[in-house]
């Protein structure tokens, strides 16, 4: 006999669970003290706030390609942790939520904190369920593990009314799952064959999640094998290694303009694991919907993404390590596109090196530094906003889980999933990066690093205001500055305050000396950027956008 509460435990240990994320509620006090009985075999990490345990659990997800697994309360902790959740759905990660609900005896009163979560999480998770009965907790937690990693992978949220998980019950537990996989098509591996064979200016885009290291090795093989170019989707850079001859780019926010325009000449886009969504596509202007100019190849494991936006000249239904084994077999292509792969590839290497910014501070000196003393294969996490164009343009990612960041373009990620990143790779440097608004909405977690004792580099950029919106702002608004100025802290006295190593950087000449000192600590340190709000994209400057639109 056992409760509620040790039986979904035990559960989580069939499915290979070994790190889960919370914030403590008295809804869910018996899975607590089940998770304390199974103490060896789930470590528990207790997060600030229930969205930084959500991203935590997201970000897991994103690291290892495991199942993030995240615990909340009912009504304002499952509120918190909806952006997790979504964020979980638009990046296609694997992650159940367990959310404590009020008891059986209280449903449908408007009890304290009661929500209805199908009608709340429906629209962004594959599944939402209640689980009213002990006796079936295996049930459910075996299907919720199949749904969050089958197809598209995406979360799952799981309600656990506070009398069920004090029910003591008899129950069998539930192996662990096997997860179906779905195949390429002979005759579709024929229709591939042939249309690279008829291509004259071809371009390979990665993205998605689903990835192991081993299709990453697959994949390379492939490419190198048929000497072709390849690019990376939106916040996907890590799925080719970024110093490999045959990389060409990202493709996402802040394209290489040589990058954009080699997208829209190929004549054969093969596209395998991406979603081809306005990030990627640049506002769908890079590929033509509903029928591109290019020929198409769309390789993707959810059915539903195939011709939502775009048709292909051919659609494959597969799961990516299946589809990208059955690549690696197709014969030998004959490649003539030296000349293409060599253009892409050198684009892509002049568009790395790190420019010049405004200020006392030059943003692409920060660049040279962390590049210069940083581990090659660092993991690289960060949230959203201006500052992130520094990282994606000018870092190269060494490949396989060496970027951890939201390609829903969710603030406050950044600190949160540098939390998560070292639990997941332990053995990797990890580096958070934040502008100063990101950082503010869950900076809080660098105290849960500080906790845990987690080394990890935080570095915020500090521009005094939304820069994103502000750039949007001044493009359609000009001088109309409203809403975005922010009066932040002493960023690096809050850090020590949390128990961090921290300074301040607000010199161009301070920069090395201050990066290697951060690196040489044995504790979680941060470095805080004064970054002049001129410095709003690796392109342009505020002013330069302020004064394009006056002149319209």
Known sequence: MRSGGQVLVDQLITQGVRNAFCVPGESYLAVLDALYLKREKISLYVARQDGGASFMAEAYGKATGETGICFVTRGPGATNASIGVHTAYQDSTPMILFIGQVGNDMVEREAFQEMDYRRMFGQMSKWVAQIDRANRIPEYVARAFHVANSGRPGPVVLALPEDMLVDWVDVPDTPRVTIAKNRPTAQSMLDVKELLRKSEKPLVVLGGSGWSERACRQVQSFIEKNKLPVGCSFRRQDLFDNHHPNYVGDIGIGINPKLSEMVKESDLLLVIGARLGEMTTSGYTLIQAPTPRQKLIHIHPGSNELGRVFQGSVMINSDIEEAVDALVSLPDIGATWGAWLK?????????????????????????????????????????????????????????????????????????????????????????????????????????????????????????????????????????????????????????????????????????????????????????????????ITTRTTLTSIRDNALSK
């Open 343 to 535: 253009t892409g590839n050198d684009n892509y290497r002049a568009n790395v090196i790190p420019v010049s910014s405004p200020g006392d501070v030059d943003l692409g000196e920060v660049m040279t530094v962390l590049r210069g003393l940083l581990p090659r294969d660092s993991v690289i996490t960060n949230g959203a906003g201006n500052f992130s164009g520094w990282i994606h343009r000018h870092w190269q990612y060494a490949g396989y889980k060496t970027q951890v960041a939201p390609t829903n373009g969710a603030m406050g990620y950044g600190v949160p999933a540098g939390v998560a990143a070292k639990i997941a790779l332990p053995d990797k440097f990890v580096v958070s990066v934040s502008g100063d608004g990101c950082f503010l909405m869950n900076g809080q977690e660098i105290s849960t690093a500080n906790q845990y004792g987690l080394k990890i580099l935080f570095i915020v950029f500090d521009n005094g205001m939304f820069g994103t919106i502000r750039m949007h702002q001044e493009r359609d608004y000009p001088e109309h500055v409203y809403g975005t100025d922010l009066m932040n802290p002493d960023f690096a006295a809050l850090a020590r305050a949390y128990g961090l190593y921290a300074e301040t950087i607000t010199s161009t000449e301070d920069i090395k000396d201050s990066v290697a000192r951060c690196i040489e600590k044995d504790v979680a340190s941060l470095i805080h950027i004064k970054v002049d709000p001129e410095a």
